[in-house]
């Protein structure tokens, strides 16, 4: 069990410095024009890029050159799901699949993550597996269990605010240890075990196995995702591996549902794709999706 959350023990450790706002130049207001305007063209491109993008096939924007445009259409094509109420999440095996060099998705993601637009986190699904979801997206995820737990009285939820302002706002890595955990929670009120409590039960966090005093940041509500994720990837696998020569047509292939999943097949592609599990081979009839060889 991770240690307590003893109030006294919190006034110990310095209280983190909080990110130095940016400074803005009022004599500079032409430039600063020029650059809000500059960057909201590319806004207005990108957004542009992405509504073309969403209806066509996969085997017509399978790859991207920017990785923030891939993980944008993925976003928008993340699959609904019925009586599961979750935002969307990008694997990052999928994000390797459309981005070529991977060097550079994980240069992008790190500065993506460091200036807040989105968060990475860890997977029980295996070893390399990390999902990736907006920060808008995750804190909205954890609105709704905020909410629905507020309507089954369930516990003090003025921790989810402290949360949200004081930990997820400061800490951008995928854990946290428990002590840091206290501390930064103390920077919203006086921190009790319940509360730790209730962030597990919520699923915004989980223990870590090998170590009880560090967690995972989660996500509410994956549950059945991760196990659509797990059943997707055996049943397409299966698939492949009992065909002749382990491989078919792509155009085909995106369009058969799974049993298994409520994934979509685009979704399983993607992932297998990026992970190395499968390949694509051009053809002159189109793409031709393989099973790897071991």
């Not at 605010?161 to 854990?175: A, G, M, Y």
């Not at 989980?206 to 170590?211: A, H, K, P």
């Not at 509500?221 to 047509?249: A, D, H, P, T, W």
């Not at 685009?266 to 694509?280: A, E, M, N, P």
């Amino acid at each position: 069990m991770g240690g307590r959350c003893s109030y006294a023990s919190l006034k110990k450790g310095p209280k983190p410095s909080a990110p130095p706002e940016k400074l803005f130049l009022k004599e500079a207001v032409p430039n600063e024009a020029l650059i809000i305007d500059s960057s909201n063209s590319k806004k207005r491109r990108r957004d542009e890029e992405i509504e073309d993008e969403e209806a066509l096939t996969l085997e017509d924007n399978l790859t991207f050159s920017d990785t923030l445009v891939a993980l944008r259409v993925m976003r928008s094509q993340f699959p609904r799901i019925d009586k599961v109420s979750i935002q969307p999440i990008i694997l990052q095996s999928q994000i390797y699949s459309s981005v070529n060099d991977r060097t550079q998705v994980d240069r992008e993601l790190e500065s993506l993550r460091r200036e807040k637009v989105l968060r990475v986190f860890k997977l029980n699904t295996g070893q390399y597996d990390h999902a990736i979801m907006f920060l808008d997206d995750y804190l909205n995820q954890i609105e709704r269990v905020e909410k629905r737990m507020e309507e089954k009285k369930q516990g003090d939820l003025e921790v989810f605010k402290w949360f949200k302002t004081s930990v997820i706002d400061s800490k951008l890595d995928p854990s946290i240890g428990h002590q840091e955990l206290c501390e930064l929670l103390a920077l919203g009120g006086k921190v009790k075990d319940e509360h730790i409590s209730l962030l597990i039960n919520a699923g915004v966090l989980t223990r870590q196995l090998i170590d009880p005093d560090m967690y995972w940041f989660a996500i509410p509500n994956i549950g059945s995702v991760l196990k659509g994720l797990s059943q997707g990837r055996k049943e397409l696998l299966s698939f492949l591996n009992r065909r002749r020569y382990k491989e078919m047509m792509l155009a085909p292939l995106e369009k058969k549902r799974l049993r298994l999943s409520p994934l979509d097949m685009r979704f399983h592609l993607r992932d297998l794709i990026g992970s190395g599990h499968l390949k694509t081979i051009h053809t002159p009839t189109g793409l031709v999706v393989r099973v790897s060889k071991d």
